[in-house]
């Protein structure tokens, strides 16, 4: 293992793990962001097993705690959520580029984490790459003709009957939200999401059976951005037997084959 | 300060200094998820013992966190062996010989069982496993439970083998023969019990002679409410009693 534990940042407030390869040949650097308010290791130390194995693909990396979280103060300024999320994924390429010379990164963030990955591809010219996790997209007809498909399959008459009668009674009251983390609307996503491939941004998506509440079928990411989904810079995976957070060993070790293959695939090493 | 220490610098721990320390307190994390889980609790009380005088270091057993290795190589052994180097490196560190260990769960059984080999002066424990067969059983149910659970998975996971992991960490085979055979065993070292278990008896029970001081809490900690697996841990109180309790001068 070659880690290091670094405090770093403006405010010297940040900390992280990165890890560089035995022989650094990767011309990217990889930079995992906290999914949630889980600390930097991830849940069920996902993000400790992947950036070891890309490391030992090759690839740098840098696993650390945004202000505030884990074990990561904050700088004491009066900026915004996003502002303090920039400056600090700022501070983390500077880092990385310090301990390993790299200076394109590839930024890997799940759920909440996908989100900060998302607003740092729109601005950032350092970032050429992202993996999102279970990040954005948007329910379509076909989401909700396979959802009441599997509902109609799999529920009795009884049962769905129920559920019938209890969408309807809700149906005038406010809705519960789709996602912990808030979505933009979909327009504003695509044209990201455009402008990105344009800058010819690498963009992987893998969508967990855990998204089933807005995200159920392959093809669903064509539904929602059309022609961007045929764009060569995407690449789409539907993981459906994972859950939201890989509590599965497994499934981990899955995710990570699917990252790293990703990765050799767009940065080769 | 974030380090890596110990033999082949296999270790990951955060000391917190004080300029003239009071005393040296090591941080021992819980096993598995409970160690996630109770990451937030460990940092605020870092925080406040280092802001009342004490050097503290936290840190993580190799295999687990930040540290070194795969969970599946995880062994009590090597834990306590863990234990031993991080009470060197604080006494380093601090300039202080005397160490006391704080504990959580399997955290405190460590603890306990690592005072003559790290030489402790003291443990302050918090929810000790009290019989390690139960554990185990309780955490097969609960791994067993997650795996059919359909809010979690969209269809049950009968591909996995309930016994090889629990919630997200695989302990191995040796972790889990030696986890059977593991008791609550309170020694002279034990300065202060907190206990805030729900389903367990009360550990101040279990032994023969009470400890010296056990504080009950009686918001009960959700250790193994499968709803409230990826929850932090917020046991309110605890993080005061710790602290009172080094600041009255107790080992």
């Known amino acids: 293992m070659n880690e290091t534990a670094h405090r770093f940042g403006r405010a010297h407030h940040l900390v992280g793990i990165a890890g560089t390869p035995a022989t650094p040949a990767a011309p990217v650097g990889v930079i995992v962001l906290n999914a949630g308010l889980v600390q930097r290791v991830g849940p069920f130390r996902l993000h400790v097993g992947l950036t070891r194995h890309l490391n030992a693909c090759g690839y740098p990396t840098l696993r650390f705690d945004l202000s505030g979280l884990g074990d990561s103060g904050v700088d004491g300024s009066p900026r915004t959520r996003q502002e303090q999320v920039a400056a600090d994924v700022t501070d983390a390429m500077q880092l990385l580029t310090s301990q390993s010379r790299c200076t394109r990164f590839v930024l890997i963030g799940l759920c909440s984490g996908a989100a900060h990955a998302h607003a740092m591809a729109r601005t950032h010219p350092q970032v050429v790459g992202v993996v999102f996790l279970d990040g954005y997209a948007y329910r379509t007809p076909g989401f909700w003709m396979r959802h009441y498909l599997r509902k109609l399959v799999r529920t009795s008459p009884i049962r769905l009957l129920k559920a019938l009668f209890n969408r309807v009674r809700r149906a005038g009251q406010a809705h519960d939200p789709v996602f912990e983390v808030g979505f933009p609307p979909r327009a504003e996503v695509a044209a990201d999401l455009k402008d990105m491939l344009g800058r010819g941004l690498q963009l992987l998506f893998v969508f967990s059976g855990g998204a089933s509440g807005y995200f159920n079928h392959a093809r ?50 | 300060m974030p380090r890596y220490f110990g033999p082949r610098r296999a270790l990951f721990g955060l000391y ?3 300029a003239a320390p009071r005393r040296a307190v090591l941080l021992c994390p819980p096993l598995g998820q409970e160690m996630i889980r109770s990451h937030r609790i460990y940092r605020l009380l870092a925080q406040a013992l280092a802001e009342r005088g004490h050097a503290v270091l936290r840190f993580d057993y190799r295999g687990t966190g930040d540290s070194a290795d795969a969970g599946e190589g995880l062994s009590w052994n090597a834990c306590l062996a863990d234990v031993r180097e991080a009470a060197a490196e604080l006494r380093s560190a601090s300039g202080l010989d005397a160490v006391t260990a704080f504990g959580t769960r399997l955290g405190a059984n460590i603890a306990m069982d690592a005072v003559d080999t790290a030489q402790l002066v003291g443990v302050v424990a918090w929810d000790p496993v009290l019989d390690g067969g139960q554990f185990l059983a309780t ?18 996971r009968r591909d ?55 504080l009950r809490i009686e ?28 600041q009255e001068g107790r080992a």
């Open chain 1, 220 to 269: 669903q990411f064509r539904e929602c951005f059309g022609a961007l989904a045929c764009d060569p810079g995407v690449a789409v995976h539907y993981f459906v037997a994972a859950d939201h957070t890989y509590v599965l060993g497994k499934d981990r070790a899955a995710l990570t084959g699917i990252v790293a293959a990703w990765l050799r695939g767009r940065f080769p090493a």
């Open chain 2, 16 to 18: 917190q200094a004080a």
């Open chain 2, 139 to 156: 955490m097969d149910a609960l791994q067993a439970h997650l795996l059919v659970d359909t809010s979690r998975f969209l269809r049950p």
């Open chain 2, 160 to 214: 996995v083998d309930p016994h090889a992991e629990w919630v997200g960490f695989a302990p191995g085979d040796r972790l889990r023969a030696q986890l059977g055979d593991v008791r609550w065993r309170p020694g002279s070292a034990l300065s202060l019990l907190i206990d805030s278990a729900p389903r367990e008896p009360r550990a101040g029970h279990a032994i023969q002679q009470p400890p010296p001081r056990t």
């Open chain 2, 219 to 246: 918001r009960p900690t959700s250790w193994h409410d499968l709803d409230a697996q990826e929850d932090v841990i917020l046991a309110h109180g605890v993080v005061e009693a710790v602290t009172a309790h080094f």
